[in-house]
Structure formats: structure tokens, C-alpha cells
């Protein structure tokens, strides 16, 4: 699968408080968490969005809570895809498992500017500076995880595996 | 293999297991809160399963936005509280039983030494203070839990902080943990095991143990861990009488990194916005005037820290115009601090005394922040908008700081602190 969009940076450590805040923990509905996703940064962040662009993030992005509805914001935002240097655990797992793309690649991170036209295949893991021409490759899943994200999530996974019978 | 190494393989069923590799493993508990257990159920109900795997292992506790903040949280703690009732959980608390999980849980003797732990709740890594493995995760990986009993991980390396010495009076495992991240950052242990070890942790009270391993997280730690002893025991024998296992790293055991601290000096600490890692000395935090402190959380909202509080205002009074909250954790040390007196103490110093809940801690109701306010709080997280407007600021301390800025008006020592 291959997403297109452009390039939407932030620094290192962005928080699950600035991604979501905690006041609208009152509802996993996707479009209504996108309204307030970033809100503390960029009130504007969700009307600035094409759907397929892409946010590109230096170390830690996503750390603090477990708040699953941090991806799903991100999601319900229009992000197609997120490039990082680094991923808090639980966030990582919580991006998996939502069916959000998720990248790995500092040099990638370095090299992009704000609005630069990027595209990411999640197939092969090379993700594109449409706009410089430049391309890296990142490291493949391992083969579970990437079980989930061929499944579509954890939840499709899980039902696959609890509705086939054991060998 | 060490102690994290040594819970993983046992519940993955292997005799040895090594770091980066992924495992399938068996949960003794899944826990999930008011906030994150409505995106459990609504994922649960979409796998195929009927019941949860047992009803005796999922544990929900209402405590984030309860009792019921607004209308929108009433609806999630129903939805919440009917799946409970149809899946006759065993360990559902309702408002008046109910108590901040992270605090209810060890309480009630639900989690053991060498239990493995998952929680739809970042801090679910405290348990780790019984010597248990214990991490958080998101809503759809406990939906999975609930419908399996498992969970795949993947084995994280080990960092070892040892202390030894005696830690100067009123620091507490708040004080050791701001300390630890202050220095290694907020990625410092990002997806590795924070394993404490050493003369100084071993002379920690349960109450501190739960403080450091509780701020695992606040590292990136997937887990923290204090390996169980005679003190842990006799903390279990009270609340227990299912058997447990102790593990514990042996003497070969590999860490990526070792650090070693010495108690004597680790200053009472303050962590300033934005970060949990800005962590400073007290002697280095200057005048700092606040409007607001919070006592609580799954943090410091136990017996220890508001005995502390209590010995500092004891007979004083909060600073003119400052706002002191205490929350304690649950029912039982909300009682216990009621019939030691500590409640007199707090009310007759002008502090307000709230039923257990996780409120202002992230924002969510009994002391939100407006803008151009500063409070000074012994919970967790102090990111930009932490407590409530996003021009609002939170440091974060201990309870003995915490009770002396209250009096202060402004952080201060407590009376017999080293500075």
C-alpha cells in the first residue's frame, strides 16, 4: 500500500496530552477526537490536512499515556502515515494495532522539510522525498507484527485466530 | 537470565528467553479504567468470543473521570459498568469500593510477586514495585486480552539502577525516580526494563517502591521492577492467599547498562515544565510561586505520602490565596488518614479533602488549571496542558515538598531537609 501527502513536522517528544488532550477522553469516535488533535500546538492542525499527508517527527513521538486515542485522532485527522526517529513503546504498539503506518528512520526525519511531497509504501518499507527525489529504506516488521498490519490490526488478527481451529 | 527475563519465560512457557525476542505470553491480570475500557469492549465485541477469558483476571476500575465528571463520562462508566455486570466480572469497583487502580490493586492483594500484568493505562507498569512484570498498553491490546488471556511481547533489555546508602530526610521513591530520569531523559529507557537494586531500594517502604516503579514509564521504561523481599512478603501475607512465585535476577545476569547511585545524593527533587525529565535539586529551583498543589495520584496518594503532608502542616496553614488539594487513593487510606488524624490536620490547614479519583492529575475534574496558573503536584506527567490550559504550568515533587510549597506559597523545603 502506498500513501501520498505532504509533509507535516514536529520536534522530539510529542506527548499524547498535546496529541489528544485528556478533556476529550469522553468519546473513541475518530472524527470527533481529529477536531482537537494537536490542539495545544496547532489549533488548525486537522483543517490544514489532505488526507494521505504524512507527519514527520523527530525521538519519542507519542510518549506519555497509553491513550489509544492518540493514533485514532491522528487517524480520524487524515494522516495517512507517520515518519519518526524514534516511537514511544506503548504508541507503537497502539499505532499497529489502529492500522496506523508507522516508520522508523532518523535520516529520513533529517533530510524532510515541512511540505515536502513524501510518498511511504508500507509493502516494502521505502518511504520517498517525492519533492528532493531522495529515498530510504526501513527496517521490516518482524513477521508478527507485520502479520497484524497484513491482517488489518490486532482485532482482525485475533478474530482470525480465534474463529480458525488449533493445529 | 534476570529477574523481567526470568517473568516472561515462565509465563511464555520456555525455560530461557533473551532480549528482541517476541513471545506469546499468559496474563495473570488485565486491567483497564473508565477512559480506556470503552475502546476494550467495543474491539472485544468484534472478535467472536462471548465471554472474557476470565472473569475472575479482568479487572476494571472506574477512577479517571469518576464519580462521573460530565455527561459524556456517566455514559462511558455505564457502558463500562453494564459490560462488567453481563461478564460478571469479579473485580469491578463501583464509586464508594473503588479506588485508583494503581493503588487499589496492590491494596487488595490482586497482583503478586512474579505475576505478569498488562493495564489499558501507561502507569500500569507500579506493579512492578511486587516484584511483578507489569506493563501498559493501549485498548485494543487489552480487547485481545480479554478475549485470549494473552499477549504477545517482546523481551526487553534490562538497565539496572543500583543505589546504595541512606537517602536524607523526606526523600522519598519520588525524590529517587525524578532524580533517574532527570538524568537519563524521557527516552532514557525507551522499550528496556528499569530494574532497582541496592541498599537504598531495599530499605524502601512499599508505598516508595509503587512511587519509583510507577514512573517507569515516564523514562519510556516498558516495565520497572523491584525485586521481592521480606518486605514484599509480609505486604502480600496481609492480602493473600494465593501462591506466589519470587523471582530474582541471578548473580550472571545481563543488563545493557548498569548505573550506580549514591543515596546521599539524591536532593528532594522538582520536575519543571514540560517535561518530566527536567527534574532539578531542590537547592537549583529558585522562587517559584504557585497557585495550586495537588496531593495524590497513583503516584504519592498512599498512607506514606500523606502521613508525610501531614507532619509538615501539621499546626500550619496553606499560603493566603493557594489552592491545596489531597486526594487519597482509596477507601481504605482515606479511612486510615481519617482515624490517624490526619484529616484535622489537613482541613484545619485549609486544604481540601476529595474522594479517591485520578481527577486533576490529567486535567479532568477536582483542581483543573485556568491559564497563567502554576501548581505544584506530586503526580506524574507535567506536558504542556497536563492539568489544564495549555498555558498552565506543573512541577512536579514529592509529598514533603509538596506540603511545605503549600504552606510556602512557593516551593520550599520542608523544615529539615538537607537545604
Given at each position: 500500500?502506498?500513501?501520498?501527502?505532504?509533509?507535516?513536522k514536529?520536534?522530539?517528544?510529542?506527548?499524547?496530552?498535546?496529541?489528544?488532550?485528556?478533556?476529550?477522553?469522553?468519546?473513541?469516535?475518530?472524527?470527533?477526537?481529529?477536531?482537537?488533535?494537536?490542539?495545544?500546538?496547532?489549533?488548525?492542525?486537522k483543517?490544514n490536512?489532505?488526507?494521505?499527508?504524512?507527519?514527520?517527527?523527530?525521538e519519542n513521538?507519542?510518549?506519555?499515556s497509553s491513550?489509544?486515542h492518540?493514533?485514532?485522532?491522528?487517524?480520524g485527522?487524515?494522516?495517512?502515515?507517520?515518519?519518526?526517529?524514534?516511537?514511544?513503546?506503548?504508541?507503537?504498539?497502539?499505532?499497529?494495532?489502529?492500522?496506523?503506518?508507522?516508520?522508523?528512520?532518523?535520516e529520513?526525519?533529517?533530510?524532510?522539510?515541512?511540505?515536502?511531497?513524501?510518498?511511504?509504501d508500507?509493502?516494502?518499507?521505502?518511504?520517498?522525498?517525492?519533492?528532493?527525489?531522495?529515498?530510504?529504506?526501513t527496517?521490516a516488521?518482524?513477521e508478527?507484527?507485520?502479520?497484524?498490519?497484513?491482517?488489518?490490526g490486532?482485532?482482525?488478527?485475533?478474530?482470525?485466530?480465534?474463529?480458525?481451529p488449533?493445529? | 537470565?534476570?529477574?523481567?527475563?526470568k517473568i516472561?519465560?515462565?509465563?511464555a512457557?520456555?525455560?530461557?528467553?533473551?532480549?528482541?525476542?517476541?513471545?506469546?505470553?499468559?496474563?495473570?491480570?488485565?486491567?483497564?479504567?473508565?477512559?480506556?475500557?470503552?475502546?476494550?469492549i467495543?474491539?472485544?465485541?468484534?472478535?467472536?468470543?462471548e465471554?472474557?477469558f476470565?472473569?475472575?483476571?479482568?479487572?476494571?476500575?472506574?477512577?479517571?473521570?469518576?464519580?462521573?465528571?460530565?455527561?459524556?463520562?456517566?455514559?462511558?462508566?455505564?457502558?463500562?459498568?453494564?459490560?462488567?455486570?453481563?461478564?460478571?466480572?469479579?473485580?469491578y469497583?463501583?464509586?464508594?469500593?473503588?479506588?485508583?487502580?494503581h493503588?487499589?490493586?496492590?491494596?487488595?492483594?490482586?497482583?503478586?510477586?512474579?505475576?505478569?500484568?498488562?493495564?489499558?493505562?501507561s502507569?500500569t507498569?507500579t506493579?512492578?514495585?511486587?516484584?511483578?512484570?507489569?506493563?501498559?498498553?493501549?485498548?485494543?491490546?487489552?480487547?485481545?486480552?480479554?478475549?485470549t488471556?494473552?499477549?504477545?511481547?517482546?523481551?526487553?533489555?534490562?538497565?539496572?539502577?543500583?543505589?546504595?546508602?541512606?537517602?536524607?530526610?523526606?526523600?522519598?521513591g519520588?525524590?529517587?525516580?525524578?532524580?533517574?530520569?532527570?538524568?537519563?531523559?524521557v527516552?532514557?529507557?525507551?522499550y528496556?526494563a528499569?530494574e532497582?537494586t541496592?541498599?537504598?531500594?531495599?530499605?524502601?517502604?512499599?508505598?516508595?517502591r509503587f512511587?519509583?516503579?510507577?514512573?517507569?514509564?515516564?523514562a519510556g521504561?516498558?516495565?520497572?521492577?523491584?525485586?521481592?523481599?521480606?518486605?514484599?512478603?509480609?505486604?502480600?501475607a496481609?492480602?493473600?492467599?494465593?501462591?506466589?512465585?519470587v523471582?530474582?535476577?541471578?548473580?550472571?545476569?545481563?543488563?545493557e547498562?548498569?548505573?550506580?547511585?549514591?543515596?546521599?545524593?539524591i536532593?528532594?527533587?522538582?520536575?519543571?515544565?514540560?517535561?518530566?525529565?527536567?527534574?532539578?535539586?531542590?537547592s537549583?529551583?529558585?522562587?517559584?510561586?504557585?497557585?495550586?498543589?495537588?496531593?495524590?495520584?497513583c503516584?504519592?496518594?498512599r498512607?506514606?505520602?500523606?502521613?508525610?503532608?501531614?507532619?509538615?502542616?501539621?499546626?500550619?496553614?496553606?499560603?493566603?490565596?493557594?489552592?491545596?488539594?489531597?486526594?487519597?487513593a482509596?477507601?481504605?487510606?482515606?479511612?486510615?488518614?481519617?482515624?490517624?488524624?490526619?484529616?484535622?490536620?489537613?482541613?484545619d490547614?485549609?486544604?481540601a479533602i476529595?474522594?479517591?479519583?485520578?481527577?486533576p492529575?490529567?486535567?479532568?475534574?477536582m483542581?483543573?488549571?485556568?491559564?497563567?496558573?502554576?501548581?505544584?503536584?506530586?503526580?506524574?506527567?507535567?506536558?504542556?496542558?497536563?492539568m489544564?490550559?495549555?498555558?498552565?504550568?506543573?512541577?512536579l515533587a514529592g509529598?514533603?515538598?509538596?506540603?511545605?510549597?503549600?504552606?510556602?506559597?512557593?516551593?520550599?523545603?520542608?523544615?529539615?531537609?538537607?537545604?
Amino acid at each position: 500500500m502506498k500513501i501520498t501527502g505532504k509533509a507535516h513536522k514536529f520536534g522530539r517528544d510529542i506527548d499524547t496530552d498535546i496529541i489528544i488532550p485528556a478533556q476529550y477522553l469522553t468519546t473513541f469516535d475518530p472524527d470527533e477526537l481529529a477536531l482537537h488533535c494537536m490542539e495545544p500546538l496547532d489549533g488548525e492542525f486537522k483543517a490544514n490536512v489532505t488526507p494521505g499527508d504524512i507527519i514527520v517527527a523527530d525521538e519519542n513521538f507519542g510518549c506519555g499515556s497509553s491513550r489509544e486515542h492518540a493514533p485514532v485522532a491522528i487517524k480520524g485527522a487524515g494522516i495517512g502515515a507517520i515518519i519518526a526517529k524514534s516511537f514511544a513503546r506503548i504508541f507503537y504498539r497502539n499505532a499497529i494495532n489502529t492500522g496506523l503506518p508507522i516508520f522508523e528512520s532518523a535520516e529520513a526525519v533529517d533530510a524532510i522539510n515541512a511540505c515536502d511531497e513524501l510518498s511511504v509504501d508500507t509493502g516494502t518499507g521505502v518511504i520517498t522525498n517525492v519533492t528532493t527525489g531522495r529515498t530510504w529504506r526501513t527496517a521490516a516488521f518482524p513477521e508478527f507484527l507485520a502479520g497484524v498490519i497484513e491482517a488489518g490490526g490486532l482485532i482482525e488478527y485475533t478474530r482470525r485466530r480465534v474463529a480458525a481451529p488449533r493445529k | 537470565m534476570n529477574i523481567t527475563e526470568k517473568i516472561i519465560a515462565a509465563h511464555a512457557g520456555r525455560d530461557r528467553v533473551a532480549p528482541g525476542e517476541l513471545v506469546s505470553v499468559k496474563i495473570d491480570v488485565a486491567l483497564a479504567n473508565d477512559i480506556t475500557a470503552p475502546g476494550a469492549i467495543l474491539e472485544f465485541a468484534k472478535i467472536g468470543v462471548e465471554r472474557v477469558f476470565d472473569k475472575d483476571k479482568v479487572v476494571i476500575v472506574p477512577d479517571h473521570f469518576t464519580p462521573n465528571k460530565d455527561i459524556a463520562s456517566a455514559e462511558q462508566a455505564k457502558m463500562v459498568r453494564t459490560f462488567a455486570r453481563a461478564q460478571d466480572l469479579t473485580n469491578y469497583f463501583e464509586i464508594g469500593q473503588m479506588g485508583i487502580e494503581h493503588a487499589l490493586l496492590p491494596e487488595l492483594g490482586l497482583v503478586l510477586p512474579g505475576d505478569l500484568v498488562i493495564g489499558a493505562d501507561s502507569h500500569t507498569c507500579t506493579y512492578g514495585g511486587l516484584g511483578a512484570f507489569s506493563t501498559g498498553m493501549g485498548s485494543t491490546d487489552l480487547a485481545a486480552a480479554f478475549a485470549t488471556g494473552e499477549t504477545w511481547l517482546k523481551v526487553p533489555p534490562s538497565l539496572k539502577f543500583n543505589i546504595e546508602g541512606t537517602l536524607g530526610p523526606w526523600v522519598t521513591g519520588k525524590d529517587i525516580i525524578l532524580y533517574i530520569i532527570g538524568r537519563i531523559g524521557v527516552d532514557g529507557a525507551l522499550y528496556k526494563a528499569m530494574e532497582f537494586t541496592g541498599g537504598a531500594i531495599g530499605a524502601l517502604s512499599m508505598d516508595s517502591r509503587f512511587s519509583i516503579c510507577n514512573m517507569a514509564i515516564e523514562a519510556g521504561g516498558k516495565n520497572g521492577i523491584i525485586a521481592a523481599d521480606a518486605t514484599t512478603r509480609a505486604y502480600v501475607a496481609e492480602r493473600s492467599d494465593r501462591p506466589y512465585t519470587v523471582f530474582e535476577s541471578d548473580d550472571d545476569a545481563a543488563y545493557e547498562r548498569v548505573f550506580e547511585f549514591r543515596a546521599e545524593d539524591i536532593e528532594l527533587q522538582v520536575a519543571f515544565p514540560h517535561l518530566p525529565s527536567n527534574a532539578r535539586g531542590l537547592s537549583d529551583v529558585g522562587e517559584v510561586v504557585v497557585d495550586q498543589v495537588v496531593i495524590g495520584s497513583c503516584t504519592n496518594g498512599r498512607i506514606e505520602d500523606l502521613r508525610i503532608a501531614a507532619k509538615i502542616l501539621k499546626g500550619q496553614t496553606v499560603h493566603r490565596g493557594l489552592r491545596l488539594i489531597i486526594i487519597p487513593a482509596t477507601q481504605k487510606i482515606y479511612k486510615q488518614a481519617m482515624n490517624e488524624g490526619l484529616f484535622d490536620i489537613f482541613i484545619d490547614a485549609g486544604a481540601a479533602i476529595s474522594t479517591p479519583t485520578c481527577g486533576p492529575c490529567l486535567g479532568g475534574h477536582m483542581g483543573v488549571l485556568a491559564a497563567g496558573e502554576r501548581a505544584l503536584a506530586t503526580t506524574n506527567r507535567n506536558f504542556v496542558g497536563r492539568m489544564g490550559h495549555k498555558e498552565s504550568e506543573v512541577y512536579l515533587a514529592g509529598p514533603a515538598v509538596a506540603a511545605a510549597t503549600a504552606i510556602a506559597g512557593k516551593i520550599s523545603a520542608p523544615d529539615g531537609a538537607e537545604n
